[in-house]
């Protein structure tokens, strides 16, 4: 059988200008983040001694569009815009009617959709006369792109990654150190927030992010940079999705049945859904939304929606989001990236407001979808994007079933070619689920905070 051609490209004159800031468009503003002694909205003081003014204001701004600087544009350029296939190979397989198509960030420098917001976020601190940036990486993803990002504009990048992945994921760690980046084990001896952990914890993010945070606030040349969670995060991510829409179009297609991301800060997520909700608010599309958790972290379809701290020593702002608790540490599942106690406020905003739904899916069935698509489709997925690959292949025999010959478009956010241990734990039969008890997310509960 012939199969037909299912990559499509932009050309570079088609890049985005522009990132989308979907609060502008959503029927509700979000809920503010709060200071956490006096309980009051957070001011652009309040972020400064963390975060340069540009992205204090990107972070609190309600304009549609923000304009990409030409400088960060030049750098896109590297590896956007990035391809849109089809999954030709995937449908016959599966003997679906449905199409599915995925946008393919692992073309990046660093091997996944983080350096859409790396690039900018190193760039407006080097601007600001920032000299060092710390941050916190799970599956090692992040802060492969914020390494890479510094080593662009001359900034020092210093990293602490999640002591399970640190462990599992070796390569990532000297991938990171080629990009000039340090790196510390989490919870680490460096900080007070690590200290408070013994030494062979296996970390959580939430803890990485105190450790990160605790430095950065010493020292008044030094900033923090955070992968994902925050607004400005998401708001960078979403060059996925307006490439997507003109891919889509390109493809012949009117538009979008069905958008699925895995999320577990929410940066892909964001990046890839929400030009589609602008479309389907504005009534030019009708998309279901669906975001995908791993059953073990999974603070959408479990978690509490409220105020809570986005790191695990009380460091951050308050920020209402859905929550497991910021004393919550997942099991060591394989989707390190995945593994955070909360969901994006903007993102917990949209599911509030009815935009959007959640699924939970365990990690045995991620990796069967994954080794599917990688003899199918030629590519191995990082393990934190097969969550989404899972449930559009769910979807795809469900159109077996019925005969319906929906369009299903999801981010493969990045490869997992430094993520072979995962993939050996599967095909050696040695993975297993992990669910989360409910005496457990009860537990975890128990430490949020409880505003008046």
């Not at 504009?153 to 390569?171: L, N, R, T």
């Not at 917990?348 to 069967?368: D, K, N, P, R």
């Not at 299903?408 to 050996?424: N, P, V």
Request: charged share 20%.
């Amino acid at each position: 059988m012939t199969i037909k051609t299912h990559k499509y490209l932009l050309s570079e004159d088609q890049m985005p200008t522009n990132w989308y800031n979907i609060v502008a468009d959503l029927p509700e503003p979000p809920p503010p983040p709060l200071h956490p002694g006096t309980h009051e909205p957070v001011g652009p003081d309040d972020l400064a001694p963390l975060f340069p003014m540009d992205l204090i204001l990107q972070e609190v701004s309600t304009e549609r569009y923000i304009p990409i600087p030409d400088e960060v544009q030049d750098i896109y350029r590297l590896w956007r815009p990035s391809p849109l296939y089809r999954a030709h190979r995937l449908e016959q397989a599966l003997g679906t009617p449905a199409r599915i198509y995925y946008k393919y960030e692992g073309v990046s420098p660093a091997g996944s959709h983080k350096p859409n917001t790396a690039v900018p976020q190193v760039y407006y601190n080097a601007k600001a006369g920032v000299k060092k940036l710390t941050t916190e990486t799970g599956a090692g993803q992040w802060g492969t792109a914020l390494a890479f990002a510094s080593s662009l504009f001359g900034v020092e990048c210093e990293v602490w990654q999640v002591g399970a992945s640190y462990d599992a994921k070796p390569y990532r760690r000297t991938l990171i150190e080629t990009f000039g980046g340090t790196v510390h084990r989490s919870p680490s001896r460096l900080t007070a927030a690590g200290r408070a952990f013994p030494e062979d914890h296996s970390g959580s993010l939430g803890i990485a992010i105190s450790e990160a945070v605790e430095v950065a606030a010493q020292r008044e040349d030094t900033k923090y940079a955070l992968g994902s969670v925050l607004n400005h995060v998401l708001l960078h991510q979403t060059v996925i999705g307006e490439e997507a829409l003109l891919q889509l179009e390109m493809a012949g297609e009117k538009g979008a049945d069905l958008v699925i991301g895995c999320t577990g800060g929410g940066s892909n997520f964001g990046g890839l859904a929400f030009p589609f909700i602008r479309e389907k608010l504005a009534g030019r599309q009708s998309p279901v939304i669906r975001a995908v958790e791993p059953a073990s972290c999974p603070s959408l379809t479990r978690g509490e929606y409220r105020y809570d701290f986005g790191d695990t020593a009380g460091f951050t702002p308050l920020m209402k989001m859905h929550t497991l608790g910021h004393d919550f540490v997942p099991d060591r599942i394989h989707a390190g990236g995945l593994r955070y106690h909360g969901m994006a406020p903007l993102i917990s905003h949209v599911y509030e407001l009815g935009l959007m739904e959640a699924i939970a899916i365990e990690q045995t069935e991620c990796f069967a979808a994954a080794i599917q698509f990688a003899r199918t489709e030629g590519i191995v997925p990082a393990p934190e994007p097969t969550h989404a690959l899972a449930a559009a292949m769910r979807e795809a025999l469900a159109c077996k079933e019925s005969g319906e010959e929906k369009v299903i478009i999801t981010a493969l956010c990045g490869h997992g070619l430094l993520d072979l241990a995962a993939y050996e734990s599967y095909l050696g039969g040695q993975m297993v689920d992990s669910g989360l008890s409910d005496a457990e997310l009860q537990a975890a509960l128990a430490g949020v905070p409880t505003l008046a």
